[in-house]
């Protein structure tokens, strides 16, 4: 089956994001992006890597995942349309937390570090909606962490 795109996936909407942000800072943001396709298997963005700017996922899926300490990847979960991807690094300023790669052919927007940082400080409101989306991405972690923790610990046996 063959993926096909909105034909309004360049029009940043409402509807596009996961928890929307008010109209005016939407043209504003919409204004600063450019779009990117990204063939299944290509990677937005690796895991360490400095970071260049946020994508917003409009068509497709994006797998999340990491290293772990022995160099397997463990996958951390699968991002959809309308999700952030790169949030916390670019604001951090510091690397990726982790890689992102197309499971599927999808678009992006993309807006680079610095236009998303001046973006932030022209518009209070998305200011505010960054946070949010933050801690929403914190309390999911914690939740991820919590069922870890409840898992029944397997003995090792040499």
């Not at 996958?75 to 499971?103: D, F, R």
Request: net charge positive; glycine share 8%.
């Amino acid at each position: 089956m063959k993926e096909t795109y909105p034909t309004t996936a360049g029009n940043l909407s409402p509807t596009k994001l996961r928890n929307p942000l008010p109209r005016l800072d939407l043209t504003a943001l919409k204004a600063i992006q450019t779009m990117k396709v990204y063939p299944k298997g290509s990677e937005f963005f690796m895991e360490g890597q400095s970071p260049e700017g946020i994508y917003i996922l409009y068509a497709g899926r994006a797998e999340l995942s990491m290293a772990d300490n022995q160099g397997r990847k463990l996958v951390l979960g699968l991002a959809q349309p309308g999700e952030i991807l790169g949030l916390s690094a670019v604001l951090s300023g510091k690397y990726y937390e982790e890689t992102a790669s197309a499971v599927v052919p999808s678009q992006t927007g993309f807006i680079k570090r610095r236009d998303f940082i001046h973006f932030l400080g022209d518009h209070p409101e998305a200011a505010f909606w960054v946070v949010q989306l933050l801690s929403e991405q914190v309390t999911s972690t914690f939740e991820q962490l919590s069922c870890v923790r409840r898992a029944p610990a397997k003995e090792i046996r040499q």
